[in-house]
C-alpha cells in the first residue's frame, strides 16, 4: 500500500511557475513508476508526465512539453513537477499517481496506476 500526499498548488499568473510536491509513505516508493494527471472542470482527466522508478524514463504529455519537468528524489520518498511558462489552460486538480513495476515501464494511461493521491489544485490568471 502506498499514500501519496500532493502539495505545492495554487494561484500564478500566466508565464510564472509552480512546483508541486508528491510525498510517498512507506519504503517501497523507489520501486514505483510515478505520473502526474490533471482535470480541469468538466473534462476529462489528462496525462501530464512520467517517470520510471530510477528518473531515467520520462515522458510528457504534447501540452506540456517543454514547460514542465518531472523529476523524483528516492531517498526523500518525494515525486516533482516543476511547471514553468504557465498558462490559463494549466488550471486544474494535479494528482500523483504510483504504478507497481510492470511493462511498458511508464506508462501514459490513468487505468495503469494504482495508487492515487487527492491532488492538488492549481489556478493560472490571465
Known amino acids: 500500500q502506498v499514500q501519496l500526499v500532493e502539495s505545492g498548488g495554487g494561484l500564478a499568473q500566466a508565464g510564472g511557475s509552480l512546483r508541486l510536491s508528491c510525498v510517498a509513505s512507506?519504503?517501497?516508493?523507489?520501486?514505483?513508476?510515478m505520473g502526474w494527471f490533471r482535470q480541469a472542470p468538466g473534462k476529462e482527466r489528462k496525462f501530464v508526465a512520467a517517470?520510471?522508478?530510477?528518473?531515467?524514463?520520462?515522458n510528457y504529455g504534447d501540452s506540456v512539453k517543454g514547460r514542465f519537468t518531472i523529476s523524483r528524489d528516492n531517498a526523500k520518498n518525494t515525486l516533482y513537477l516543476q511547471m514553468n511558462s504557465l498558462k490559463p489552460e494549466d488550471t486544474a486538480v494535479y494528482r500523483c499517481?504510483?504504478?507497481?513495476?510492470?511493462?511498458?515501464?511508464?506508462?501514459?494511461?490513468?487505468?495503469?496506476?494504482?495508487?492515487w493521491g487527492q491532488g492538488t489544485q492549481v489556478t493560472v490568471s490571465s
Open positions: 499517481a504510483a504504478r507497481a513495476p510492470s511493462e511498458p515501464i511508464v506508462s501514459l494511461e490513468s487505468w495503469e496506476y494504482d495508487y
Open positions: 512507506g519504503r517501497t516508493f523507489g520501486r514505483y513508476a
Open positions: 517517470i520510471s522508478w530510477g528518473g531515467g524514463i520520462t
